[in-house]
C-alpha cells in the first residue's frame, strides 16, 4: 500500500479537512494509495510539549517531530496544509482554549524566572512563531502558478483597484541602524561549534548561545537593529503619516519572525501612543499588559485596573490626535496596531498594492497610506511595485505574465531559522560570536533594548537551490533571476556560491543574472506588463513576500499556487497555498455555517503527491489518479466552482462535491486502467443523478450559527457534522 501523510492544521484549512479528506482518501483507495494524518496544529503542538501533565486520553505524540525525521527519509511524501505561526496573543488564546477543555497545560510565564518557568518557556518557545515549517522544510521550494489557474484568471479578472498618479501611499523604512545596514557575514571554513555572548560594558559575560555548530561552508551572519533610532523613525513616520493625511500601518512577520517583530511592534505601538505609556506604562507592566502583544490586548486587560477606565480614555484620546490607523475591521474597531499577528506583510501588502494603494480608514472607507517596514532589507520591494503602479496603472490580470519562483529555505535557512538566535538586549556593550579556537568571528556594539540576531545557511542547501533554478530555466525557456543585493553582507557571500556553483550546470542559451531586489521587481513588472514570466530566485524570506505579492497581484490569491518542495533526501513536501485569510473565514463559519475557504490549493497539492509516488513507487494507478485530477481541476475551474462569497452560492463544501464529481467522470471515461474506469463509473453516475439534492442538502444548512467545539481545537465529531452534512454524498463517497 503506497502512503502520503496528510495534515491536519489549524482553522479553515482544517475545518475543509474534515469534508475534503473522505473524499480524496476515497478515491485514492481505489489505487491502493492510503492516506495518514498527522496533527502539526498550534493545539496540537502544545499538547505534545506537556505529556506528564496529562491524562492517558489526552496525551498525543509529537507528530511534527515524527514529520520532521520522515521529512529526511527518500519514501517521505507529505502534503502540508497551512498552519497558524503562533504569536504571543494566538498562543494564550489556544493555551486557555485547551485549559477550558481541561487539558492541564501550564499558563505561558510573561517572565519566566524559576527554572521551572524558564522549563515552560523554552517549551512553548518550540511551539510558537513559525514552529512547523523550519521543520518540515528539508528543501528548496518551487511554486508556481499552475496553467489551469493563470488561463482562469485571465477569463474572469479579479477586481483590481485603480492607481492615481498623484497617489500618496509610500513606504517607510529605516535605512540605516537596521538589520540590513548592521549586518556582518562570513564563511565557515571548517566544521565548528560557535558561541555568542554578551560582555556588558562593566565586564559581566552573559553567554547568549553556548554551543552553536556550523559545517564547512556555512554562511553565518550577525546583526542588530538599533532601538533609540526605530523610536526615532517611528516618530518621523507617525509625524509624516498626519501632516501628509494618509493612514499609518505598519507591516511586520510576527509569526514567523516570533521573536524580532513582535518586539518591533511594541515599539511601534509605545511610539504611537507615547504619553499614555509616558504616563501610565509603569501601571501596565505592572499588570502584565505588553505593548508586544498589541493594543487589543491592553484594552482587554484594563478593566482589571483601578484606573483603567482612565487608561482607556487616554488610548482614545491617542487615537484622536494620532494619524488615523489603517484598519483590520472598522465596523468592530480593530486597528492595525490590535493584534501583531492581524496584519502580516507578506499579505497586507500586496492586497493594498491590488487595491490602488488603499487601506481601510477608521471611517469605513479606502485611503492612502503610509506602509511602515522598519527593516530595509526588502521593504524596496514593495516601493517599486508602488511606483510601478503609480507610474503605470493598475496591472491587468488579463494580459500578465507571472512570477513563479524558487525559494532558498532548506534546513532553516536565513532569517527564518533565527528564532533561536535572536536577543532584545539587556544592557549596552558587545555581542561577539566566538568560534571553537575562541577567536571573535563577528562583532556589534549594541545598547539596551537593540534587537540582536545571527542567522545561518548551510552550504547544501545553497547547491541544491542553484540546481532547481537553472531546471525550471531550462525547462520552462524563461529568465531566471538571483534577488541579491551585493551591498548586503549576507548576500555578498550567496553570490559568490552561486558564481561558483552556476558553472556546475549547463546554462547554454539561458538568461540568468543577479539584482538587488528592488532592481529585480521593477524588471519583473516590466515584463510582466508585456505578459512575459520571469523566475524569481529567492532567499527564504523573499520567498514568502514574492509567493504572496505576484499571486495576489496575477490570479487575487496565494491560495491556489503549486507549490512543490523536492526534498533533498528525495522525497516530496507538496504545499497548498496561504492561509492569512483562514481566521476570517472560520468567523463567518460559526456565524452562518458557510466557508469560504478556497481548496484548490489542495487539489494542486494532491494531484503532485500523487504524480511523485507514481514515479517514486511505480504505482501506475496513482499516476492515473493525478492525470485525471489535473483534468476534473481543469473543469472545475472553467466551470467556476469555487466557493462564492454569500449565502446561498456553493461553499468549501459544495466546491468538494463537484471536485468529486468532476473526477469521477474523468476516471470513468479514462481509457489508461480498465479497472479504475470500472471502479468509477457507478460512482460518477450516482453523483451525476443527485447533483441537485446533494447541492440542495448543503446549501439548506446555511444561515445560522454552526457549533464546531472550538477554534484551536475543533470536536472531531461536530466538525465533522457540521463540514458533511449532505446524507446523500456521505453515502456515495462512504461506499468507496
Known sequence: MSKIIYTHTDEAPLLATYSLLPIIAGFASKAGVEFETRDISLAGRIIAQFPERLTDEQRVGDALAELGELANEPSANIIKLPNVSASVPQLKAAIAELQALGYDVPDLPEDPRTDDEKEVAARYDRVKGSAVNPVLRQGNSDRRAPGAVKAYAKAHPHRMGVWSADSKTNVATMGHDDFFANEKSFVSPADDVLRIEHIAEDGAVTVLKAKLPVLAGEIVDATFLSARALDAFLADAIDRAKAEGVLFSAHLKATMMKVSDPIIFGHIVKT???????????????AGLSANDGLGAILAGLDALENGAEIRAAFDEGLAEGPALAMVNSDKGITNLHVPSDVIVDASMPAMIRGGGHMWGPDGQEHDTLAVIPDSSYAGVYQAAIDDCRAHGALDPTTMGSVPNVGLMAQ?????????????????????VVNGAGDVVLSHEVEQGDVWRACQTKDAPVRDWVKLAVTRARLSGTPAVFWLDETRAHDANVIAKVNAYLPDHDTTGLDIRILPPAEATAFSLERIRQGLDTISVTGNVLRDYNTDLFPILEVGTSAKMLSIVPLMAGGGLFETGAGGSAPKHVQQLVEEDYLRWDSLGEFFALAASLEHLAQTTGNAQAQVLADTLDAATGTFLDEDRSPGRKLGTIDNRGSHFYLALYWARELATQTEDAALAAAFAPLAERLAADERTIVDELVAVQGKPADIGGYYRPDAAKATAVMRPSATLNAAIDAL
Open 412 to 432: 532553516k535557512a536565513e532569517e527564518y531559522g533565527s528564532h533561536d538566535k535572536t536577543f532584545e538586549i539587556a544592557a549596552a556593550g558587545t555581542v561577539n
Open 272 to 286: 504611537y501612543f507615547a504619553p499614555v505609556f509616558a504616563r501610565y506604562g509603569a501601571d501596565l507592566e505592572a
